[in-house]
Protein backbone atom coordinates (compact mmCIF):
# COMPACT_ATOMS: atom_id res chain seq x y z
CA UNK A 1 0.00 0.00 0.00
CA UNK A 2 1.18 3.45 -1.07
CA UNK A 3 -0.41 6.95 -1.11
CA UNK A 4 0.69 9.78 -3.27
CA UNK A 5 0.75 13.37 -3.22
CA UNK A 6 1.85 15.39 -6.30
CA UNK A 7 2.83 19.18 -6.03
CA UNK A 8 4.64 22.09 -8.17
CA UNK A 9 1.96 22.40 -10.36
CA UNK A 10 1.22 25.66 -11.39
CA UNK A 11 1.50 28.68 -14.40
CA UNK A 12 4.37 29.32 -16.83
CA UNK A 13 4.82 30.91 -19.62
CA UNK A 14 6.39 28.43 -22.59
CA UNK A 15 9.66 27.98 -22.79
CA UNK A 16 9.85 27.92 -18.81
CA UNK A 17 10.44 25.12 -16.54
CA UNK A 18 8.45 23.48 -13.41
CA UNK A 19 9.74 20.38 -11.45
CA UNK A 20 6.90 18.70 -10.21
CA UNK A 21 7.05 16.50 -6.76
CA UNK A 22 5.25 13.14 -5.83
CA UNK A 23 5.70 12.50 -2.01
CA UNK A 24 4.96 8.61 -1.04
CA UNK A 25 4.03 7.31 1.74
CA UNK A 26 4.20 3.54 3.35
CA UNK A 27 7.14 1.28 4.39
CA UNK A 28 7.89 0.19 0.87
CA UNK A 29 8.43 3.22 -1.45
CA UNK A 30 11.28 1.58 -2.95
CA UNK A 31 9.57 -1.73 -4.04
CA UNK A 32 7.45 0.48 -6.66
CA UNK A 33 8.12 1.52 -10.18
CA UNK A 34 6.92 5.30 -10.44
CA UNK A 35 5.45 6.68 -12.95
CA UNK A 36 3.77 9.95 -14.22
CA UNK A 37 0.58 10.60 -16.53
CA UNK A 38 -1.16 13.62 -17.67
CA UNK A 39 -4.88 14.61 -19.21
CA UNK A 40 -5.46 17.40 -21.19
CA UNK A 41 -8.91 18.86 -21.42
CA UNK A 42 -11.01 16.39 -24.17
CA UNK A 43 -8.48 13.77 -24.68
CA UNK A 44 -7.58 10.47 -22.62
CA UNK A 45 -4.68 10.01 -19.91
CA UNK A 46 -1.24 9.44 -21.74
CA UNK A 47 1.92 7.95 -20.07
CA UNK A 48 4.59 11.04 -19.74
CA UNK A 49 7.59 9.29 -18.00
CA UNK A 50 8.68 6.57 -16.10
CA UNK A 51 11.41 5.34 -13.26
CA UNK A 52 12.43 1.62 -12.41
CA UNK A 53 12.28 1.03 -8.62
CA UNK A 54 16.13 1.42 -8.64
CA UNK A 55 16.17 4.22 -10.68
CA UNK A 56 18.32 2.88 -13.40
CA UNK A 57 15.88 2.91 -15.89
CA UNK A 58 13.63 5.53 -17.00
CA UNK A 59 11.06 5.60 -20.05
CA UNK A 60 9.28 8.62 -21.64
CA UNK A 61 7.35 9.94 -24.15
CA UNK A 62 8.03 10.63 -27.46
CA UNK A 63 6.74 14.09 -27.29
CA UNK A 64 8.79 14.68 -23.61
CA UNK A 65 12.15 13.22 -24.88
CA UNK A 66 14.83 15.61 -24.58
CA UNK A 67 12.72 18.27 -22.03
CA UNK A 68 11.38 16.12 -19.27
CA UNK A 69 13.64 13.99 -17.06
CA UNK A 70 12.17 11.80 -13.91
CA UNK A 71 14.28 11.05 -10.99
CA UNK A 72 13.83 9.93 -7.82
CA UNK A 73 15.11 9.73 -4.13
CA UNK A 74 14.07 6.87 -2.61
CA UNK A 75 15.34 7.95 0.92
CA UNK A 76 13.08 10.70 0.77
CA UNK A 77 9.97 8.84 -0.61
CA UNK A 78 9.77 10.84 -3.52
CA UNK A 79 9.89 11.03 -7.71
CA UNK A 80 10.01 14.33 -9.42
CA UNK A 81 9.49 15.33 -13.01
CA UNK A 82 11.39 18.36 -14.22
CA UNK A 83 9.91 19.62 -17.16
CA UNK A 84 12.25 22.08 -19.33
CA UNK A 85 11.19 23.98 -22.56
CA UNK A 86 7.49 23.66 -21.75
CA UNK A 87 4.82 24.18 -24.50
CA UNK A 88 1.46 24.96 -24.31
CA UNK A 89 0.74 21.72 -25.70
CA UNK A 90 2.40 20.40 -22.05
CA UNK A 91 -1.00 22.07 -20.56
CA UNK A 92 -2.78 19.31 -18.61
CA UNK A 93 -3.57 17.47 -15.01
CA UNK A 94 -0.30 15.83 -14.56
CA UNK A 95 -0.76 12.15 -12.36
CA UNK A 96 1.72 10.36 -10.35
CA UNK A 97 1.09 6.61 -10.48
CA UNK A 98 3.05 3.59 -8.62
CA UNK A 99 3.25 0.02 -10.40
CA UNK A 100 3.87 -3.11 -7.52
CA UNK A 101 7.23 -4.35 -8.85
CA UNK A 102 6.31 -7.79 -10.14
CA UNK A 103 8.47 -9.10 -12.61
CA UNK A 104 8.12 -7.40 -16.01
CA UNK A 105 10.46 -5.32 -18.30
CA UNK A 106 10.67 -3.05 -21.00
CA UNK A 107 8.99 -0.24 -21.90
CA UNK A 108 5.27 -1.89 -22.33
CA UNK A 109 5.55 -2.56 -18.66
CA UNK A 110 5.14 1.17 -17.78
CA UNK A 111 3.40 2.88 -20.54
CA UNK A 112 -0.34 1.83 -19.62
CA UNK A 113 -2.89 3.30 -17.12
CA UNK A 114 -3.64 -0.46 -16.56
CA UNK A 115 0.05 -1.22 -15.34
CA UNK A 116 -0.30 1.24 -12.11
CA UNK A 117 -2.09 0.38 -8.48
CA UNK A 118 -2.00 4.02 -7.14
CA UNK A 119 -2.37 7.08 -8.63
CA UNK A 120 -2.41 10.43 -6.68
CA UNK A 121 -4.84 13.21 -7.36
CA UNK A 122 -3.44 15.08 -9.81
CA UNK A 123 -1.81 18.50 -10.34
CA UNK A 124 -2.40 21.15 -12.81
CA UNK A 125 0.09 22.61 -15.12
CA UNK A 126 -0.58 25.39 -17.53
CA UNK A 127 1.87 26.64 -20.04
CA UNK A 128 0.78 29.99 -21.50
CA UNK A 129 2.10 31.15 -24.90
Known amino acids: QVQLVESGGGLVQAGGSLRLSCAAS????????MGWFRQAPGKEREFVAAVSWSGENTYYTDSVKGRFTIFRDNAKNTVYLQMNSLKPEDTAVYYC??????????????????????WGQGTQVTVSS
Open 97 to 118: AAKDDYYCSGYGCYDGENEYDY
Open 26 to 33: GRTFSNYD
